[in-house]
């Protein structure tokens, strides 16, 4: 699977057109993780977007904690640390490689500077987000 057909499988950037999709590929850096790599650190603060392109990653809170508690698996074509691209709060857990894993990052910064230049982008992924906020809403008033 090409960069664009993985970036086009993440929703926040499902409605772009396929030159946007281009251009934010070129954007994503491969990166190898041994098994039990630390890839982000719950505390840190968030800096990048990663897409699992071979192996496998656990998300794990409080993870050198006395609790540590996983909250999910994660295997090719998965990806986490989206919200990263738009803000730098510390990031809420921990993910680590279980296997020898390659991911292929992004950086806030990169993506910041790609969307300055091509405002499309950002007009792109406004509706995939404000739909992401509504579903948020409805669940917190219900």
């Given at each position: ?6 970036l086009?499988?993440v ?7 396929r ?14 993780v041994r ?25 794990v809170q ?10 999910a ?27 020898d ?10 993506f910041?500077?790609e969307m ?8 792109g992924?406004v ?9 948020v ?6």
């Open positions: 699977m090409g960069r664009e057909e993985i086009q499988n929703p926040i950037f499902s409605e772009l057109g030159r946007d999709l281009e251009r934010l590929s070129k954007l994503m850096v491969p990166r190898q098994a039990g790599e630390v890839i982000i650190k719950q505390g840190d603060q968030a800096a990048g977007f990663f897409v699992i392109n071979r192996g496998k990653v656990e998300v409080d993870a050198d904690g006395s609790n540590p508690q996983r909250l698996t994660l295997g090719e074509g998965d990806f986490f640390g989206e919200m990263a691209l738009f803000e730098g709060f510390p990031r809420n857990a921990t993910v680590r490689a279980i296997d894993t390659e991911c292929l990052a992004m950086t806030r910064w990169d910041t500077a300055k230049n091509h405002p499309e982008i950002a007009v992924m509706p995939v987000l404000v739909r992401r906020l509504r579903e809403e409805s669940k917190h008033t219900h």
